[in-house]
């Protein structure tokens, strides 16, 4: 295939990638929703997060049909930029840890949630929705 | 350096650039957009990285974004249900694009409108979405860049500095949309070829793909 003659592909694997797009959203929203916690879910979220990152590079951007040269332009120096997460993941651990053992900073305490700060129960949060509404 | 030395490199250089040579076998302003998007995907990385390293450091707890962007219709609040929704419409408005560009190229210029309008009314209801949650956090929930009720106060200036920034290339992204669709609509690529949609879809794409990286890292994580 030429690149003069443009991306032309059949429709079929547009909607293929589609409702693969949609099945792998619905599982991340899963693994929220389940209430996965810990090691799994940082596995299952970043393992769907990549397919789904990588099927819209590949086919929804056309990246896999492109020439060599322009695929490394494309993906080549956006590497560099795992050395930056690398970095400032072990910058950060590191702070956080003097923060702890230096200044006395509790590491283990817990977030408020809206239903801590708006009293507790559902039924007040909806009390409380009526009144605005009126 | 001799006189002539510093002409003899001068007239290197410039034909060294001024040689009639293509790296890139795709039209200029495809070409030109992927090192737009390369850029951007720079930026965005770097406030995801900012993200990632405050949200190390503090000691302070994080707020719990499954409850916070918890959302109830009657019911039970059910857990981050509105951003669930938002990443659903985004995906749908990237297949729409994904068939606006293939009619493009199929010179179905009626359906290639209709598609892209279909895809900015799509990106145009995931920035109302996102206006909602805005004025949620802000005005119920008392979200600050500085500070919010829940946890640490970086929660709010991240929250803000990158939903804002991208919802900013949705808004964007979908006055781009409008603009080419109706000129494919008026017929100004008959002669000209339908690259714009390809290149149009390639930064609307790209809008989805970062949405794909925040949905993980700031509302999953």
Redesign the interface.
Known sequence: MSAEAGQQHPLGIYYKIWILLFVLSSFSYAVDFFEVQGGMRWALVLLFMVLKAGFIVAIFMHVVWERMALVLTILGPPVVLLLLIGLMSVEGFYISGTRVQYMGQDPNQVALTPSDLHGGGHGEEEEHAEEEAH | MSEAAISESNSTLVDDWSADKQ????PWGK?MM??F??SD??IF??FL?SY??V??????????Q???F?L?FGG??I??ILI?IM??IL?TS??T???A??FG??KDKVKTFWFMVATAAFGASFVGMQAFEWSKLILE?GVRPWGN????PQFGSIFFMITGFHGLHVTAGVIYLLTVAFKVKKGHYDKK???IV?IA??YW??V??VW??I??FF???
Do not use: K, Q
Request: with cysteine; net charge negative.
């Open positions: 790296a890139y076998h795709v070409a992927w090192i998007l390369v995907t720079f990385t770097c990285t990632l390293h949200r190390l450091t503090t000691t302070e707890p994080w707020p719990l499954s409850e916070i918890a109830s039970d609040p857990p981050l669930a990443t659903f995906i990237s297949g694009m994904a068939l560009v293939n190229y199929r929930e009720p829940f946890g640490a070829g339908y690259e390809e879809g390639l794409h790209f989805d793909l794909v990286f949905f993980a509302y999953l994580l």
